[in-house]
DNA sequence: CGCCATCTTGACACGTATCAACAGGCGTGG
DNA sequence: CCACGCCTGTTGATACGTGTCAAGATGGCG
């Protein structure tokens, strides 16, 4: 279960420093296939609004979260926009053996990136069946979200549905893991929103103006409260969780 | 890129007449493997509206889809429900690494299926990356149809979900292949549908009767013909999918 | 032939979208 | 340092789409 770590000097000075670096799919790898890697990647802070990947374009490379969030979003034609997923560290990022996104990748917030080559790293998937297997399982992860999701936008009311979201960032967005969050399920939780109005709208398929006058009925029930905007206090998990549907 | 198969005689009896047997996740298996893998198979038929995989089930087996369709449900604690995919020939079904299934799945129409004990399976993955590999890419095509599915689900009107689920049918169902499907795009195509009204509006987050009107309102459109409630024609794809949003 | 499940159609209610006005926060520039 | 303007979020009035409830219509099957 613990991997022996004491001989740091086998692993690349990149990945030495690396915060995400047992959690994410390089946990898969001994150091020196991480020397493999590491040759070819490359760390890129970006600003909240950066478009990270474009829809339609062609797939040059992948990458890693480490730090921030990113949000996946789809649009149709006239311009409805529906967001698809959030990213959190140390998720990996792209279509996996896909020539073309068929969504945008867009930092939500500040971000810090690890990028790789889209050859390189199917170069390694290939050489070491471990790698695939660690992706295998993210995707696995992301597909069961999804469908998670999807009850939430087909068949719960605005109401539940923002609740829903201020669930699913105050089990992600705290380093602390989900399992801890639902031990301190009693305890008061503080976090920020990493989505503007406008965003939270899209990834529930609402409005802005439904999403604002149900975050202030939540205020006024007691179950939030908003410090701001992007600052939210949940006294009770549990009163949250119980207006999820 | 194509197969050896003349020497048949080395393939098990039981695969050697299976109509998916390149398609699905056996298409990675030499004739050893696949020798292997069929000692622990046992292929099974089940009646529509059987119970093929009950939500929060331990798992002891996987399955392929080798006829007919299966779909794929959650439900809220208070009844709501929500499709949340539907699965073809030759189709993985089961959540791969889970203990637990996290949604049912039920036979939409007669099925037969493949089953394969969970850890045979899993024991086969292991020796056999191309094996995982396959899994891979049909998991990365199920999220990339979850994704789209979440954009219909948060974003159409009930008139463009309709045509949507007819599209996605009238592209799956048929056994010419999606892409021929779309060369085919001005042909008049036929097809019946796998799902009862009240199926369709719980994967489109709709009620029955909405459904219902709008397939009226498709039809006095003249987009598609409703030879009765469960086979469609329709008579110029390409204006289906202008109808799709 | 008749029953029962499934589907369709209609009238009305309700939730969410739309349109519009206003409030607050924050950076810019005077 | 304050004033202004812009961007984001909130609140209100009203419209519209879809849900709900109820009553037929249709069709498969004994």
């Known amino acids: 279960m613990t991997r022996l770590d004491i ?4 692993v690349p000075v990149l990945c030495r420093s690396c915060e995400v670096r047992h959690k994410g799919m390089c946990g898969a790898l001994a150091p020196e296939q ?47 926009q529906q967001l698809v997923g959030l990213q959190f560290a140390p998720d990996f990022l792209g ?3 896909g020539s073309q996104n068929a969504l945008a990748a867009e930092a939500a917030s500040d971000v810090e990136i690890c990028r790789i080559p889209k050859a390189a790293l ?3 998937v290939k050489e070491y069946p471990e790698l695939e297997h660690k992706l295998m399982e993210q995707t696995l992860r992301e597909l069961d979200e999804a469908r998670d999701w999807m009850v939430t936008l087909g068949r719960k009311t605005a109401a539940e549905k923002v609740a829903s979201f201020l669930m699913l960032i105050a089990t992600h967005i705290d380093p602390v893991s989900r399992a801890q969050a639902e031990r301190r399920a009693l305890t008061r939780t503080r976090f920020d929103l990493p989505l ?9 398929g609402l409005t802005i103006e439904t999403v604002s006058r149900q975050m202030t009925q939540l205020r006024k029930d007691g ?3 908003i410090v701001n905007a992007r ?9 949250l969780e119980a207006r999820c549907g």
């Open 196 to 204: 503007s109005r406008a965003d939270i709208a899209d990834f529930l």
């Open 7 to 10: 001989h740091n000097s086998d």
């Open 122 to 124: 199917e170069r390694l």
């Open 34 to 80: 991480l020397l493999a890697l590491a040759g070819h990647t490359q760390t890129v802070r970006h600003k909240a609004g950066t478009e990270l990947l474009a829809d339609d374009a062609e797939i040059t490379s992948y990458a890693n979260v480490m730090r921030g969030v990113v949000k996946l979003s789809k649009m149709l034609e006239d311009g409805r």
């Open 231 to 239: 600052s939210i206090v949940v006294p009770d998990l549990a009163r």
């Open 95 to 97: 279509r996996l053996y």
């Open 223 to 225: 179950v939030i409260e």
